[in-house]
């Protein structure tokens, strides 16, 4: 009965299963979690990125389009400065020019400081004066805007390189008012001290500080040399 006893005992142990451990869902938790995350952080990167893409897009599209009319008004010798995309094409009170060894600004000078002003040049304060007068001529302008189409959209984008004593000329009804920089300040938005009325012939110009944001304003100011 021996050999019996031993091949029935050696069945039975081959019939009880082993113990089963269980189940490890911690593997599975965190490689959901690395899913959820990276599908977050891809949607975050993409709302930020659009309006950079939209805009690199239009910009494309606007040069190419530009490129190709000016080949066709040169093949048709018809060259003007109407024909080309982005010419000026509102008439202005004024023009703003400031050129230096590091800026190169060149623009009309549009009445009112609002958006759609500022699509054409840069704005004048309404409630201040203009240069044939005593006081304080307030200018405002856009360093970064992300609407390809205004093409005024960054024309303050290099008010940092302005340095004290650089010159500014303002053409207004037939003269030249020329101003010389004596002052750069960065400033609170709510802070007005800058604009306020002068007994002297001041210019006082300003945009969005630092560039892409509406944090603080960079303001220059220039006083009155001469007239031509």
Not at 100 to 124: F, W
Not at 208 to 223: F, S
Request: hydrophobic share 40%.
């Amino acid at each position: 009965m021996k050999p019996f006893d031993t091949i029935y005992r050696a069945q039975k142990n081959k019939s009880v299963k082993p113990s089963q451990k269980p189940e490890k869902y911690w593997p599975y938790f965190y490689k959901s979690l690395q899913i959820v995350l990276s599908v977050w952080i891809v949607t975050v990167m993409a709302i930020f990125s659009y309006p950079w893409l939209d805009y690199w897009v239009k910009s494309l599209v606007k040069q190419q389009t530009a490129n190709r009319l000016q080949t066709t008004a040169d093949i048709l010798g018809m060259v003007s400065e109407d024909s080309v995309v982005g010419s000026q094409s509102t008439v202005s009170e004024a023009q703003f020019y400031l050129k230096s060894a590091k800026v190169d600004i060149y623009a009309p000078i549009i009445e009112g400081i609002d958006e759609e002003a500022l699509k054409n040049g840069i704005g004048h304060h309404p409630d201040s004066v203009w240069p044939d007068q005593e006081g304080n001529v307030v200018l405002a302008g856009h360093n970064f805007d992300l609407d390809v189409e205004n093409e005024y959209g960054k024309v303050f984008i290099s008010l940092r390189l302005v340095e004290i004593n650089d010159e500014v000329i303002i053409e207004y009804q037939g003269k030249k008012y020329i101003y010389q920089v004596f002052k750069k300040e960065t400033v609170k938005p709510d802070d007005t001290t800058l604009f306020r009325e002068s007994d002297e012939w001041l210019l006082t110009f300003y945009t969005c500080d630092p560039p892409y944001t509406d944090w603080k304003r960079l303001v220059v100011q220039a006083k009155l040399i001469k007239i031509e």
